[in-house]
């Protein structure tokens, strides 16, 4: 069963906000010079986040679902631009459904490249819950 693709826009001051929650600073995050300097195309979304939204997008298709585990290779940045911002694709593709448990094989793509490797999310539907 495919689901639907859910696109999220990922923005500097995204960015900002999540270096904020996460503690995680690294100026390829927010600094265009610092980025380029360490042979960066640009300012890049955390790796981290770019899975969160790809977690966001499971939370999505299986409402109330406990998510039992996400997994993925980060393979290719998500360059962010300083104005406006850049869209970050998820699509899913139910694999396998047992034992209460749904395997979710993921595709994350932005500007037309894969930006993680090999997403999976295994979820536990809300009934299925002991």
């Avoid at 980025?35 to 960066?40: H, I, N, T």
């Avoid at 393979?75 to 209460?100: C, L, N, Q, S």
Wanted: proline share 5%.
């Amino acid at each position: 069963m495919t689901l639907p693709t859910r696109t999220f826009t990922v923005t500097r001051a995204d960015l900002v906000r999540y270096a904020e929650a996460s503690g995680d600073h690294n100026p390829i995050h927010q600094d265009q010079a610092v980025a380029e300097a360490v042979g960066l195309p640009g300012v890049i979304a955390h790796g981290m986040y770019t899975m969160a939204l790809a977690a966001r997008a499971v939370t999505t298709w299986f409402p109330g679902a406990e998510v039992v585990s996400l997994g993925c290779k980060f393979t290719h940045p998500v360059v962010v631009p300083a104005e406006g911002g850049v869209d970050v694709e998820v699509a899913g593709e139910v694999k396998d459904a047992a034992d209460g448990l749904t395997t979710v094989a993921l595709t994350v793509t932005s500007g037309g490249q894969k930006v993680l490797g090999m997403p999976r999310a295994v979820v536990r539907e809300a009934a299925d819950r002991a």
